[in-house]
């Protein structure tokens, strides 16, 4: 598909794309990067962090 | 101009658009109006929560002290909420639209969920606004538990976030769609693809949303016995300040957007953009860490990780697209002959356009003002000197109001004339009001971060603490820098207000663009539209200005940070 939208000759063999364009160009997988890693990092870390505190007596 | 009708493949809804005269691009009724819509209750949120603000500014002001308290933090409670959430996200949305629909030739995906979501969205912002202007509700932007606030408080939020998640989902669509219909050649434009980012991180911001507001709310109701304090600050902080960061996505994608529309300039590189912008998506969020900064129960490893390492490589990102747009802009202006010296090409810049002058003002104010004192407050140890301080409501009215607001402000010069297809009231007064506002904004900026770093706190009716069992002090310079941020406060309102009359006053009574309007003079020059709405970077750039004005940005922003640094040094004195 990315290929197709690059404009790969009629016929010709089909242009191979770069891996980081392949990534820039595909919207979906930009967004289960963009929740994955902030839900990783801040909230679920950040979730055990506050459940590790121990509780008053 | 023609209104014409397209079938989409395989769409069974037959759609109308009609094919802009300025720019070549089609332009579907449903997005148009979905635009304007948008555009519209965002500018009237601006105008309410604008003049809450001169209120608290006035009351801080201690000469004039407007208000009572009850009222105050009421007031400040309505001012968060109207313009943070409301102006700026109605805006985002209609970004959002125009970056997919308009950039890319395309129709909307699902106008009637399109419209739901304006709906949902118009509705939660007045339960939200009701609640708080009946006064049991004034737990401020951040509504920390276990301060709680009528449930319908937290409803209206709810539903303005489901309405604004809707529209997001409308904005992927179209992208589908588009790719679908091939409806544009190669990858997306830059200015889609940042309103792409910005759209990553509304989806990540409102699921943290979700996660917190609605036990909040079951909470408010009785329900839930209790919501832990500190979770609620970090979960919630996931939605609040992840929201900055679609702020800043989306205006960044509005600068580019200015400078291809206004003078043609494309970007330095595309490869380089788009991968600043990537930066963004992975590494800006987690910047949500430095509102823990302060909160002993989190480990200096969770904190140093988020706020400093994994997030200097989202201020990268910033700082890369600081230095491509300054540079677009150079080369552009050099390709059109302004090449005599250092700066002919900033000078002769088009300075009386209201919407290049907005879009440059915030991009310097964003970067010196705001960048800089973000990364200040950023900075695990050094934070501690502006903790709570009016240094923080300082340095984001560098960010969100000098930068996003002004930015979107400045987009709306061209919004007028290309999407309400009406000529700009009062252009002389336009020509000013991008000024105004700016140096008004940057005024109460500083003056609100000078009067933090004396340690005056944020959210505080009365510095002088006059009823208190214990008498407080604070220097002279303090209480002056206040009446200072009240007179700039004053010129920002002014500015403010002036915008929104002259949108207002434009699209009602403005004349209509006609042909021959714009054939007398084009709202942008010709073949501009074409850069803005496709892939390519400008050919072999010339910069030497740029990098002179890179370099005064890192030295100050390098003695900046050492200066707090040393402010730091002297706060435990060791002798
Ligand atoms: C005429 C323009 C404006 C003026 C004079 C103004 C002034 C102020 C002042 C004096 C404060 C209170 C500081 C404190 O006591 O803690 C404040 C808070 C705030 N402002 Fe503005 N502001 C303006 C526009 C804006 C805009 C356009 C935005 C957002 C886009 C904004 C967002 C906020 C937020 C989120 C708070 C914090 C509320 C809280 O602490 O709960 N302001 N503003
Ligand atoms: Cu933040």
């Not at chain 2, 009237?44 to 000469?63: E, K, M, S, Y």
């Not at chain 2, 991009?363 to 973000?374: V, Y």
């Not at chain 2, 999407?419 to 700009?424: A, G, L, P, S, Y």
């Amino acid at each position: 598909m990315a290929e197709e939208a690059q404009g790969a000759p009629a016929g010709g063999r089909p242009v191979r794309v770069p891996v980081m364009q392949r990534l820039l160009d595909n919207p979906f997988l930009l967004l289960f990067l963009g929740v994955v890693v902030p839900t990783v990092f801040y909230l679920i870390w950040g979730i055990v962090e506050v459940a590790n505190i121990p509780i008053a007596q | 101009m023609a209104v014409e009708t397209a079938e989409g493949v395989g769409a069974l809804v037959e759609e109308k658009y009609r094919t802009c005269p300025e720019t070549g691009l089609r332009v579907y009724a449903q997005a148009e109006t979905l635009i304007k819509a948008n555009a519209v209750v965002a500018i009237v949120f601006l105008a309410v929560g604008g003049f809450f603000g001169l209120l608290v500014a006035l009351t801080r002001w201690p000469a004039v002290h407007i208000l009572p308290a009850e009222w105050f933090y009421l007031v400040l409670t309505a001012h968060g909420a109207a313009v943070l959430l409301f102006w700026i996200i109605f805006f985002e949305i209609a970004i959002l639209y125009f970056a997919s629909a308009v950039l890319l030739n395309c129709r909307l995906a699902t106008p009637r969920f399109a419209w739901l979501a304006f709906a949902l969205m118009v509705l939660g912002a007045l339960v939200a606004t009701v609640a708080v202007l009946q006064g049991e509700s004034s737990v401020m932007f951040t509504s920390y538990v276990p301060m709680k606030a009528a449930p319908h408080f937290y409803l209206g939020l709810i539903l303005f976030a489901v309405g604004a998640l809707i529209g997001c989902f409308v904005f992927f669509g179209t992208l589908v769609i588009a790719k679908e219909e091939a409806t544009y050649e190669g990858s997306i434009p830059l200015v889609t693809f940042g309103a792409l980012t910005a759209a990553i991180i509304a989806i990540f911001t409102i699921a943290s949303g979700a996660i917190i507001l609605i036990p909040t709310f079951l909470w408010s109701i009785g329900y839930i016995s209790e919501i832990d304090s500190l979770t609620y600050k970090l979960v919630w902080w996931g939605m609040g300040h992840s929201s900055q960061q679609i702020n800043v996505s989306a205006h960044v994608a509005v600068w580019y957007l200015i400078a291809a529309l206004v003078l043609g300039a494309k970007p330095l590189s595309e490869k380089v953009s788009r991968t600043a912008f990537l930066l963004y998506i992975l590494f800006l969020q987690l910047a949500c860490a430095h509102h823990m900064l302060a909160e002993p129960g989190i480990s200096a490893e969770w904190k140093v990780f988020n706020t400093s390492y994994a997030m200097y490589l989202a201020v990268l990102g910033s700082m890369i697209h600081g230095m491509s747009i300054p540079g677009a802009i150079e080369s552009a202006q050099r390709r059109h002959g302004f090449n005599r010296g250092m700066f002919e090409w900033l000078r002769k810049a088009p300075w009386g356009n209201p919407a290049f002058a907005g879009m440059f003002l915030s991009l310097i104010m964003f970067g010196f003002l705001g960048g800089i004192s973000g990364v200040v407050l950023g900075t695990e140890q050094i934070n501690l000197l502006m903790h709570n301080t009016l240094y923080v409501p300082g340095h984001f009215h560098a960010t969100v109001v000098a930068g996003t607001t002004l930015a979107f402000m400045a987009v709306t010069y061209l919004v007028v004339p290309l999407i309400f297809r009406k000529e700009i009231i009062w252009k002389g007064l336009a020509k000013w009001q991008p000024y105004l506002f700016g140096i008004g904004v940057a005024g109460t900026s500083l003056f609100m971060m000078g009067a933090g770093t004396l340690g005056v706190s944020r959210r505080h009716w009365d510095m002088g603490f006059t009823d208190a069992p214990v008498s407080f002090d604070y220097p002279g310079t303090a209480y002056l820098m206040m009446g200072l941020n009240g007179v700039f406060a004053v010129l920002a309102t002014i500015g403010g207000l002036l915008y929104v009359l002259i949108v207002v006053g434009s699209v009602f009574f403005g004349k209509p663009r006609t042909a021959e309007a714009i054939a007398a003079s084009p709202t942008i020059p010709a073949g501009a539209a074409k850069v803005a709405a496709s892939y390519g970077s400008e050919e072999h750039p010339k910069l030497p200005g740029t990098l002179v004005l890179v370099t005064i940005f890192f030295v100050s922003f390098v003695l900046y940070y050492f200066i707090n640094w040393k402010f730091l040094s002297e706060v435990w004195p060791l002798s």
